[in-house]
């Protein structure tokens, strides 16, 4: 299945068969010695022992043929891996940000999309960035995984063979929500991507002072500002709403206001909102001044 689906599919599949061969050869060969010797040599038909030593032939063949099988291995899994790292020059760049809980893809002219769509038979190489934690870059039907390792760059690359749609997994475990850690690799005719892309709208950058507070410290990995739920409450309307929380057991209601702000940036498990976990968010304490908790606070009042 999928035999087509990218330009490394062959090779990750012939290394994955010729392993599985040898490991079934060893499997049956050992196993039937096995089985022939404890029949061959039991005590009715053997009742003395006999040794055999100083046989050169046997250790240098027992030597010798798993000596060559896992050079054989190793080669063909070095065959399959090395043109992964080897990119052509001419491949198109497009930016995968991970962060819990989905994939986020950003094109030439600061396009962004959460469908990842590529042209058919262009090489596509992919950078890797992670908003927060550990996350795996995963498209089985390519044969490619890599991580996305916060603060770190890491990159994959392919050129897809057929159209259609193709399953992204998170393979690395992300959080309470990481089965849902799922997306779409769309492959189309170069002529359909060129109008696609055409279409999608530009994002627009935010030179807020607060957006950018909270860009820097990682707070839009699990709070958005559109609406959406992610791992904490949404920012949009926050600011002034009336928030249902639990403070040591007893669940209330508080207004959120800057002081409510401000406690849940220092001390972010004294009030749980309710449907939200604990123990998830880091205190800031130390870490945001004043300043940046006022720019925080002016930057919330206008996500009505």
């Keep these: 299945m999928f035999s087509n689906a990218s330009n490394f599919v062959h090779g990750v599949d012939n290394a994955f068969l010729i392993i599985l061969g040898i490991s079934f050869f060893f499997l049956i060969t050992l196993t039937g010695a096995m089985i022939y010797f404890v029949v061959r040599y039991n005590r009715k038909r053997n009742p003395h022992a006999t040794q055999i030593k100083d046989s050169t032939w046997l250790e240098v063949t027992w030597t010798t043929i798993p000596l060559l099988l896992v050079l054989l ?22 930016k995968a940000i991970g962060k819990m809980w989905k994939y986020t893809f950003e094109y030439e002219g600061n396009k962004q999309s ?41 990159y994959t690359w392919f050129i897809p063979g057929e159209k259609g ?33 055409a279409k999608l709208p530009v994002k627009k950058a935010d030179t807020n002072r607060g957006f950018k507070t909270l860009e820097k410290n990682g707070c839009l990995a699990c709070h958005s500002i559109d609406g959406s739920k ?51 968010m880091k205190s800031y304490k130390g ?18």
């Design 287 to 304: 870490l945001l001044t004043e300043k940046d908790i006022e720019l925080v606070n002016e930057y919330l009042k206008t996500l009505k």
């Design 73 to 94: 291995m190793f080669y063909v899994g070095w065959a399959g891996f090395l043109p992964m790292r080897q990119v052509p020059k001419n491949a198109m760049h497009i």
């Design 114 to 154: 959460d469908t990842l769509v590529v042209p058919l038979n262009k090489a596509v190489k992919i950078d890797l960035f992670s908003m927060d934690v550990l996350h795996g870059f995963s498209i089985p039907a390519f044969r490619i995984k890599e991580d996305m390792v916060p603060y770190k760059k890491n």
């Design 165 to 197: 749609d193709y399953d992204l997994f998170c393979t690395v475990y992300c959080g309470v929500s990481h089965s849902y850690m799922y997306g779409v690799v769309r492959v189309v005719d170069a002529d359909y991507f060129d109008k696609w892309l």
């Design 230 to 280: 992610l791992v904490g409450p949404s920012f949009k309307g926050l600011y002034g709403s009336s928030v249902e929380v639990s403070t040591a057991g007893t669940t209330h209601k508080v207004t959120a206001d800057s002081t409510y702000i401000k406690s849940s940036i220092l001390e972010p498990d004294k009030d749980i909102v309710t449907g939200y976990p604990q123990g998830v």
